[in-house]
């Protein structure tokens, strides 16, 4: 989840190391030698960014057919 996420921000490379990254820090090493279930929050927050990233583009990874519309104008 976290090469999507970071794909469709930086391209495949960026995704790749990031992944990499997470997959071998002491930090992901140390979570996952125990019972603790910190893994499944950095999993629902990875979850959480990728929606938000898939929400807001205009390149087609969204919901949102057609381009962004701008916001409607406060009345004066």
Not at 4 to 25: E, F, T, Y
Not at 26 to 38: C, E, Q
Request: proline letters at 8%; hydrophobic letters at 50%; aromatic letters at 2%.
């Amino acid at each position: 989840m976290l090469y999507h996420a970071v794909r469709q921000l930086a391209g495949p490379p960026a995704g790749l190391i990031a992944a990499a990254l997470l997959a071998i820090s002491p930090a992901t090493v140390a979570l996952n030698r125990g019972n603790i279930s910190d893994t499944l929050m950095i999993l629902l927050a990875v979850l959480a960014a990728d929606s938000m990233i898939s929400a807001t583009s205009t390149g087609g990874g969204g919901t949102a057919s057609g381009p962004a519309r701008p916001a409607p104008q406060a009345a004066h």
